[in-house]
């Protein structure tokens, strides 16, 4: 079965700083790749996807996030935070099977301090 | 893009009542829908998975009786708790994926469930 884990909970950051959140899978196929984001009050929103090609991806905001298959990896960074990226970040996968379903991990809440 | 809607965002119910939440693609075909729950603080949980047409698929430990999912038509699914109960309070999310939207899903901005 798959399963994903993240290995922060809870990440504090001061503004300018970089971020890098850790997402770890398992699972022995074909995958997709995602990360969203919730803001507060508002409902998940897709900030980037891997499916396939330069595992490199870039989203939106300043995001990105490296696929490497041999970690079993998906982490997402951004170069420089600021106060508005303050939100709870999940990242999910989903076996490229030709079904949806899509499994969350656990989620990681950032506060960024102004 | 796509845009899921979920009616209503707020409920409150007497315990031992049923609540019904739809959740609706606007513009396009969700050949599946699926329903999550999320508690305080805490990820979101795949409830059920529910396809066009046919019987939802549970997830271990969702009680299927307790939860009634119907997508009778390709741009809605309903979610009805029966006989809800204090423990059932929580934030329920669909998401609905389709034929085009290359394994994604579309979330809806899901319904906060209060049972006094």
């Known amino acids: 079965a798959q399963s994903v884990s993240q290995h922060n909970h809870h990440v504090i950051l001061s503004e300018a700083a970089s971020l890098e959140l850790g997402c770890n899978y398992s699972y022995g196929g074909t995958v997709n790749l995602f990360w969203y984001v919730q803001y507060p009050g508002q409902h998940l929103q897709l900030l980037l996807k891997?499916?396939?090609?330069?595992?490199l991806v870039k989203g939106i905001k300043g995001f990105e996030a490296e696929f490497i298959k041999s970690k079993f990896s998906f982490n997402l960074r951004k170069p420089s935070v600021q106060w508005s990226d303050t939100a709870e970040y999940f990242c999910a996968v989903n076996a490229n099977t030709g079904g949806f379903k899509t499994i969350f991990g656990a989620g990681t809440r950032l506060f960024v301090k102004a | 893009g796509a845009v899921v809607s979920q009616h209503p965002s707020r409920v409150i119910c007497k315990s031992g009542t049923s609540v019904k939440i739809e959740c609706r693609s606007l513009d396009f075909q969700a050949t599946t829908m699926f329903w999550y729950r999320q508690f305080p603080k805490q990820s979101l949980m795949l409830m059920a998975t529910s396809n066009e047409g046919s019987k939802a698929t549970y997830e271990q430990g969702v009680e299927k009786d307790k939860f009634l999912i119907n997508h009778a038509s390709l741009t809605l699914s309903t979610l009805t708790v029966t006989s809800a109960h204090p423990e059932d309070s929580s934030f329920y999310i669909c998401?609905?994926?389709?034929?085009?939207?290359?394994?994604?899903?579309?979330f809806g901005p899901g319904t906060r469930l209060t049972v006094l």
């Open positions: 891997y499916f396939s090609g330069d595992p």
């Open positions: 998401s609905a994926a389709g034929q085009g939207k290359n394994n994604e899903q579309f």
